[in-house]
């Protein structure tokens, strides 16, 4: 009897106890499924509870956030939007254009967030005057990913030039190790395309030809030593690369079967899965050149205009949590990436990590921070599909390298 | 004075028109309604969301100024003409071996038909390890001694859209001998017994008989297989994702990307309306004409 009393009241309790420490929900819109990616959410979410508010997550995973986009389409649509949802690239300013993003202007100025952030990463919260995202993370995407067994092993150090590290390639070739890891979708060929054409032509010039898309420079001879040297990097990669995945190819560096891979520092937390210490078992460098640049990647968040004050004040409190810099520091821990915010301290973050951060302050002053092609932080999708299409079409077929450039500039013209 | 009705009539007038509204609205909107929207999306300037205004053939001038449609089409006529003639021909002979009352038949036909039961994604995913050079049949051969065996063409953007075809023949000959070898049932034995007075040899009798009265099978497996060859998309995503450097591209999956992934709308409806036109184009005459004659003949 008196077990049943309790249990009733407990149970009748329950909600009221719940909806007393709830202030509301946010719900937001994501593509991050994976097991690190999820716990690096809930860091973010953890902060979110503490302030009194649920967070419902509405996941939507596959296609690099294709799919979450149209699941975004289908709720405008509808005219229910969600409380916030994840933009990479474009997305969120695209969808400000369209007028469905609240402006967070006053939050910015109030806690001062604009002077945190780089100002080369701005470009991608800010429409017009308008603030409209709040970024969490930064992910750099020219690094090298490096065996070191196998680079003590051949007598290899860090290369400094795209020559050199071809040069190293062929030695790795003839010690029975594939110089180079990746597999032949059209974007991981695209990551080595953006690295070579940064690397060797300096910064300057990746943004006339890639972000303004300037035709003289496009059609120019830089472009065609470009593609020249892709063709000597193809040779560094193994026949089996058809429809390797990009972690089956950090796999093979891990392993020691490959010597390097080019590609992002999310590959970093599949050496780390596998127990491997940065600077003992696996290096990371970033792509070899003699102009230092930053390619960066990152993860932000927008809010949607919404009539509800509950659901404003809760955007609020999600875009705290967000710029928070111990949440900010928690989270990059976890995700392999480092703080969108510049001036959360280094210390516990990995010597690649660290390494990251030295190099974006030098990018930062020197102009050098610049967003990555391949994940759509420098030209838009229409121009961008155009890069992928060539570069992937050239590095898989005998296509020469003035062939190439000419497909390139009239399909960037035609895509105008 | 015209007397009213009675109620009974009137209901057994009305009623299947009312049985039917509810399915031919879902058919109106669902499928002719969007059509006529894509025709419009496709006259429009609209990139990342609809917009509607109205820039003529614009976005058409644009789709077959892009050389990736031109790959596109091209596979896609590769694929359809391989693909049917090879299933077909496949899925007869076998619907022929099987009707020669072999031992364990039920057996057998469900072997044949098991992989219409996967999706096109796995078939797809097996395939790709099947077809790999590193993991597939050219290493089991090569282990077998035949060093010198080549057997890449996943790898080479010439050869890619063959490695499509084999997998989608693999998936549906099976579906094909089903439909003939019920065809087959459905002769007449005292036909082929007139025939063998008559004389005419085995081969004969199958060339000259047997297939031409299967018309009704071959319509259904046409039909069939053509709609599953334009909306081949899982199967190109999961086997090669449309490469190497998008050699095995088809309008499904160039569609897919311009409208949802590049910000192109109005050049991805341009190419459902062409995809559209070229099913019209096939299908159309050839059911016009087989139903026509259907027609006479009963």
């Not at chain 1, 596959?62 to 975004?72: E, F, R, V």
């Not at chain 1, 860090?158 to 597999?183: F, Q, R, T, Y």
Request: overall charge negative; proline content about 5%; hydrophobic content about 50%.
């Amino acid at each position: 009897m008196k077990l049943t009393t309790v249990l009733a009241t407990s149970i009748a309790l329950m909600p009221v106890a719940a909806m007393a420490e709830s202030k509301g929900t946010v719900e937001g819109i994501h593509h991050w499924v994976s097991e690190s990616e999820v716990k690096a959410l809930k860091v973010i979410t953890d902060k979110l509870a503490t302030e009194g508010y649920t967070w419902q997550d509405s996941a939507v995973g596959g296609l690099s956030g294709a799919n979450a986009l149209q699941a975004l389409r289908t709720r405008l649509a509808a005219g229910n939007p969600p409380t916030t949802m994840q933009f990479l690239g474009y997305e969120g300013l695209d969808w400000a254009k369209e007028g469905v993003l609240r402006p967070l202007n006053e939050l910015y100025t109030a806690n001062g967030w604009d002077k945190a952030l780089a100002p080369q990463l701005l470009a991608f919260v800010k429409s017009d005057n308008d603030f409209i995202s709040v970024p969490i993370n930064m992910h750099r995407q020219n690094w090298v990913w490096a065996n070191k067994a196998v680079f003590d092993k051949a007598g290899i150090s860090e290369p400094k030039s795209w020559d050199e590290l071809i040069a190293a390639g062929e030695k790795l070739k003839a010690a029975g190790v594939i110089p180079l890891a990746m597999g032949d979708e059209s974007w991981q060929i695209l990551e080595v395309f953006e690295a070579i054409l940064t690397d060797t032509n300096g910064p300057d010039f990746y943004k006339k030809a890639v972000i303004d898309l300037d035709e003289p420079t496009l059609s120019g001879p830089e472009m065609i030593a470009t593609f020249d040297k892709l063709r000597k990097v193809r040779g560094l990669v193994d026949d089996g690369f058809t429809g390797r995945d990009w972690a089956v190819a950090t796999g093979l560096v891990a392993d020691g079967k490959a010597a390097m891979q080019v590609m992002g520092d999310w590959a970093k937390g599949e050496f780390l899965a596998k127990g491997l210490k940065p600077g003992q078992d696996f290096l990371c460098f970033p792509t070899p050149t003699a102009t230092p640049n930053f390619k960066f990647v990152i993860d932000a968040f927008g809010m949607f205009k919404l009539d509800d004050a509950t659901l404003t004040a809760g955007q609020d409190a999600w875009a705290k949590a967000i710029m928070d810099p111990a949440v900010q520091k928690q989270f990059n821990l976890i995700k392999g990436s480092i703080p969108a915010r510049s001036d959360v301290p280094v210390d516990d973050f990995d010597d690649c990590a660290k390494r990251s951060f030295a190099d974006r302050e030098t990018a930062v002053a020197n102009g050098a921070m610049l967003g990555g092609l391949t994940e759509g932080f420098a030209a838009q999708p229409q121009f961008a599909g155009v890069f992928t299409d060539v570069v992937s079409k050239f590095f898989v077929t005998d296509m020469s390298s003035q062939e190439a450039v000419q497909a390139l500039v009239d399909g960037i013209n035609n895509a105008r | 004075m015209r007397s009213a009705l009675p109620f009974r009539d009137k209901l057994s007038r009305w009623l299947p028109r009312l049985v039917l509204s509810p399915s031919l609205l879902v058919v109106f909107v669902g499928v002719y309604l969007f059509i006529a929207w894509t025709v419009w999306i496709s006259l429009s300037s609209s990139q990342m969301v609809p917009k509607f205004d109205f820039v003529g053939l614009d976005q058409y001038v644009r789709l077959w100024a892009t050389p990736r449609w031109h790959t596109a089409v091209a596979n896609l006529f590769i694929f359809t003409v391989l693909f049917l003639a090879i299933t077909i021909a496949l899925g007869l002979l076998l619907a022929i071996l099987l009707d020669q009352k072999v031992r364990a038949e039920g057996f057998l036909r469900a072997v044949y038909l098991y992989p219409m039961a996967l999706s096109f994604i796995v078939t797809g995913t097996a395939w790709k390890w099947i077809l790999n050079p590193d993991l597939g049949v050219e290493k089991v051969v090569n282990e077998l001694g035949w060093s010198g065996f080549v057997f890449d063409w996943i790898t080479r953007p010439e050869f890619a859209i063959y490695c499509v075809v084999i997998a989608a023949v693999w998936q549906s000959t099976g579906f094909a001998m089903a439909i003939f070898l019920a065809g087959l049932r459905g002769i007449d034995t005292s036909i082929i017994k007139a025939a063998q007075i008559e004389g005419a040899s085995l081969p004969r009798i199958y060339l000259s008989v047997i297939v031409p009265m299967l018309r009704p099978a071959f319509l259904s497996v046409i039909v069939l297989l053509s709609y599953i060859s334009i909306k081949s998309f899982d199967l190109v995503l999961a086997l090669t994702n449309g490469g190497p450097g998008g050699a095995t591209e088809m309008p499904s999956t160039f569609m897919f990307s311009a409208t949802f992934r590049r910000n192109q709308m109005g050049v991805g409806a341009a190419s459902a309306i062409m995809m559209l036109m070229t099913v019209a184009a096939i299908i159309v005459p050839y059911l016009y004409s087989e139903l026509r004659e259907d027609r006479n003949v009963h």
